[in-house]
């Protein structure tokens, strides 16, 4: 057994680290970020939440328009109303999940 | 064939009819009870024994419990233990429903929106009821944000009240979407695989992955149910 083989060995497993945990890496990441495919998850989310808001605006609107006989012109303003609610969802979750897992 | 929508299908199978309202046990309630007793069944095993090493229930049901209790302590902080077994039954549930979804010939019923809105309405006004009951009158100062200068009340206050609103929408949609799609997604795929012959091979191979992904995305929608519950709760309790 001589001196010099040693770190050599070493300095080869680790490479051999690196390059396992290099390959692995990227495997693990996407999951814990909260998306079911990457991008797939984050578009999901972010055009559900949009779509709500102007969904429950138009809903609000219509409902608010039967009940003080001013059809059309509440349900055109909450749904303008609405599409802003849902930007302020989308916005929000944005900047939740980007300070949430770090 | 069969077309990818009818696993969505739902069929009485103990027809009851109350004052003109069908409150028939179908398959769907069926498939909820079968979740109930085996979330309940596997859960009461798993905490039965108590043994200082734990088998393999045990281990389930530990995982179980650390998981929901460190996502409670990340997103409302010590003061979200009182609220464990409304979440922890919330996750269980939906797993639950989500897995055995995954099981062939059985029924999904958390791709229903009825059933998702359901749990997403009663969460929702559960954490409304809870800020009230918190903060009283002071809870309004929700639908302000901080900071928002006066001229702009007028324009905010709607559309954060519309914000606040869409809540149980997009709680409800997320799962059901999520679920249903999966679910046509695997049976067109799988439709392909008899009606291509000797190439049905490559959708086959298709299926055997979507079918893995399923599973992570069964897990992943009833933690993000979970987590935006306990996300509600924080605002009830927090206010901003």
């Known amino acids: 057994m001589s001196e010099p083989e040693r770190p050599s060995s070493l300095d ?18 996407p999951e814990d970020e909260g998306g079911s495919s990457g991008g797939l998850g984050l578009g999901f989310r972010v055009a559900i ?24 012109w509440l349900m055109v303003l909450f749904f303008f109303l609405g599409a802003g609610a849902g930007f302020s969802n989308v916005i929000r979750a944005e900047r939740a999940s980007r300070t949430k897992p770090d | 064939m069969a077309s990818p929508l009818e696993q969505f299908e739902i069929s009485p199978i ?6 003109g309202i069908d409150l028939s046990f179908t398959n769907s309630s069926l498939w909820m009870t079968i979740a109930v007793i085996v979330a309940g069944g596997t859960l009461t095993v798993a905490a039965g024994r108590g043994a200082m090493v734990p088998g393999r229930l045990q281990t389930i049901g ?10 409670i302590k990340e997103t409302i902080g010590s003061e979200g233990r009182k609220y464990f077994p409304i979440i922890f039954t919330v996750f ?4 639950t429903g989500n897995l055995l979804g995954m099981i062939p010939y059985s029924f999904t019923f958390t791709s229903h929106i009825i059933v998702t809105f359901a749990m997403a309405i009663v969460i929702f006004l559960a954490v409304t009821v ?32 519309l914000s606040y609103l869409s809540r ?9 979407a999520n679920m249903m799609a999966g679910h046509i997604l695997l049976k067109v795929i799988a439709g392909f695989v008899a009606a291509m012959g000797v190439f049905g091979i490559l959708p086959l ?19 993000v149910f979970t987590i935006l519950t306990c996300l509600y709760i924080n605002d009830a309790i927090k206010l901003h």
Do not use: C
């Open chain 2, 14 to 19: 103990v027809p009851i009819q109350i004052g």
């Open chain 2, 205 to 223: 191979a298709l299926v055997v992955a979507l079918t893995g992904l399923e599973i992570i995305i069964a897990f992943l929608q009833a933690y």
């Open chain 2, 168 to 176: 149980p929408i997009s709680l409800a949609v997320r799962l059901f």
């Open chain 2, 130 to 161: 809870l800020g009230f009951v918190r903060h009283g009158t002071h809870f309004f100062s929700f639908f302000v944000p901080p900071g928002t200068p006066l001229v702009m009340y007028p324009l905010m206050i709607p559309i954060e009240i």
């Open chain 1, 12 to 29: 080869d497993l680790n490479k051999r680290l690196k390059d396992a945990r290099s390959k692995h890496a990227p495997d693990e990441k």
């Open chain 2, 62 to 71: 530990e995982l179980l419990y650390e998981f929901i209790a460190g996502l």
């Open chain 1, 49 to 72: 939440d949009l779509v709500a808001g102007v969904a429950v605006g138009v809903f609000v609107g219509w409902l608010l328009d039967r009940w003080l006989g001013t059809t059309p």
């Open chain 2, 92 to 95: 269980v549930f939906v797993l």
